[in-house]
T-cell receptor
Framework: DADVTQTPRNRITKTGKRIMLECSQT?????MYWYRQDPGLGLRLIYY???????NKGEISDGYSVSRQAQAKFSLSLESAIPNQTALYFC????????????????FGPGTRLTVL | QKEVEQDPGPLSVPEGAIVSLNCTYS??????FMWYRQYSRKGPELLMY????GNKEDGRFTAQVDKSSKYISLFIRDSQPSDSATYLC????????????FGAGTRLFVKA
């Protein structure tokens, strides 16, 4: 089974609808992240969480919210979707820098392709 | 100016060619330098990382960091069609709070 899973994998919705993207991980990592990927712009950080009680805004948080329900679960919500939120969304996890992996390497899920009409 | 600049390509090479992928950056606080590979319809996966300046080799792949020039490279020797993917550089500054920045990615095609 994949270590980082995302649901749904594809979603088409209409402007103004509320959408939730979910991420689960079995890696036991404390840190979780949400990114969006657009052609030519690369990966841009939306929100990140270093533990269950810690939520931080990233580069492009406007129009998005998150919930860290447990160490293993981190969901991203679009309260009122708009067409320029059409993108590929990735969840990622990392272990932090206190263990053997001092690079804080991020491990990505397979992505959710979201289309807002 | 973006903190990390990466030419999006696409870069098309024949099988067996040596491929050079590059990124430049502006923030001297970056300490860890990573290369991720992303196949179509998949999430990025870590290919290699290096700490500070120098070279690191792993099979056909060599990562090179020149901190004085703020320039990093990934070389692929004897490129294969299976190397066709998007390659993203990433850099982390692990002091002063979390900061990892990704490049836009270079799309590579290796033709058989």
């Amino acid at each position: 089974d994949a270590d980082v899973t995302q649901t749904p994998r594809n979603r088409i919705t209409k402007t103004g609808k509320r959408i939730m993207l979910e991420c689960s991980q079995t890696k036991g990592h404390d840190r979780m992240y949400w990114y969006r990927q657009d052609p030519g712009l690369g990966l841009r950080l939306i929100y990140y969480s270093f533990d269950v009680k810690d939520i931080n805004k990233g580069e492009i948080s406007d129009g998005y919210s998150v919930s860290r329900q447990a160490q293993a679960k981190f969901s991203l919500s679009l309260e009122s979707a708009i067409p320029n939120q059409t993108a590929l969304y990735f969840c990622a996890t990392s272990a932090g820098t206190s263990g053997s992996d001092s690079t804080d390497t991020q491990y990505f899920g397979p992505g959710t392709r979201l289309t807002v009409l | 100016q973006k903190e990390v600049e990466q030419d999006p390509g696409p870069l098309s090479v024949p099988e067996g060619a040596i491929v050079s992928l590059n990124c430049t950056y502006s923030n001297s606080a970056f300490q860890y330098f990573m290369w991720y590979r992303q196949y179509s319809r998949k999430g990025p996966e870590l290919l290699m990382y290096t700490y500070s300046s120098g070279n690191k080799e792993d099979g056909r792949f060599t990562a090179q960091v020149d901190k004085s020039s703020k320039y990093i490279s990934l070389f692929i020797r004897d490129s294969q069609p299976s190397d066709s993917a998007t390659y993203l550089c990433a850099m982390s500054a692990l002091t002063g709070g979390f900061k990892t920045i990704f490049g836009a990615g270079t799309r590579l095609f290796v033709k058989a």
